[in-house]
């Protein structure tokens, strides 16, 4: 475990080149769209603040890039997209697809990326390990029925796309707790 508190790990990462706009609005998906508003450059990068910033991964990555990528870290199976820890895009990739759903706590990225599928653009998940985290709650903390209503979201949003994926991950806990 890091020395300093996890909410400085990613600012105290970073380089000094990038403008850095820190948000903390309230609601996740609110922060990361009022981010990317103020963000100066048209290719974002959005970091958690409990990540070591992987200064090069990121610029490899936006180097083989076009303004249709969306490029993150791989969520976690089942789920074929990218979780919100490091995400990077272009700004117009973001307006295209009408940014982050802003009543959403939990589901805006997976829900992001789904967007961007469904508008033709390409997502690429980077090796989710090889950016250190200094969190453990990676989506376990959420409660059975919260986890719930997240499947729930998702599925009315994009039934064909998410519902089957939803309909395994019920089924995985399901199985996980039934009697032996």
Same mark, same amino acid.
């Given at each position: 475990?890091? @020395? ?8 105290e990462t970073?380089p000094? %080149? &990038?403008? $850095? $706009?820190?948000?903390r609005?309230?609601?996740?998906n609110?922060?990361?769209? #009022?981010g990317?508003r103020? #963000? %100066? ?5 959005i970091? !958690? !603040?409990?990540?070591?910033? /992987?200064?090069? @991964?990121?610029a ?5 890039? !076009?303004?249709?990528?969306?490029? *993150?870290? #791989?969520?976690?199976? /089942?789920?074929?997209?990218?979780? *919100?820890?490091?995400?990077?895009? =272009? ?7 009408? *940014? ?5 706590? =939990?589901?805006g990225? +997976? ?11 390409? $997502?690429?998940?980077?090796?989710? %390990?090889? $950016?250190? =985290?200094? !969190?453990?709650? @990676? ?5 059975a029925?919260? =986890?719930? %209503? ?8 994009? /039934?064909? +796309?998410?519902? &089957? ?5 019920i ?5 996980e707790?039934? /009697?032996?």
């Amino acid at each position: 475990m890091p @020395t300093v508190r996890p909410e400085v790990i990613t600012t105290e990462t970073i380089p000094s %080149e &990038p403008n $850095v $706009v820190v948000r903390r609005d309230e609601g996740l998906n609110v922060a990361r769209n #009022a981010g990317v508003r103020a #963000a %100066e450059n048209d290719w974002i990068v959005i970091a !958690d !603040d409990d990540i070591e910033f /992987p200064t090069e @991964t990121v610029a490899r990555t936006v180097a083989e890039m !076009d303004e249709r990528t969306l490029a *993150g870290l #791989a969520d976690f199976p /089942p789920c074929r997209w990218i979780i *919100g820890r490091l995400m990077i895009f =272009h700004r117009d990739l973001w307006r295209d697809v009408g *940014g982050f759903d802003e009543s959403r706590q =939990h589901g805006g990225d +997976t829900d992001f990326a789904i967007r961007v599928e469904k508008a033709g653009g390409d $997502v690429v998940r980077l090796d989710r %390990e090889a $950016v250190p =985290h200094y !969190d453990d709650d @990676t989506g376990d903390g959420m409660s059975a029925a919260e =986890h719930l %209503e997240w499947i729930a979201y998702l599925t009315r949003r994009h /039934p064909a +796309t998410f519902g &089957p994926i939803g309909a395994k991950i019920i089924g995985d806990k399901a199985t996980e707790t039934l /009697p032996v």
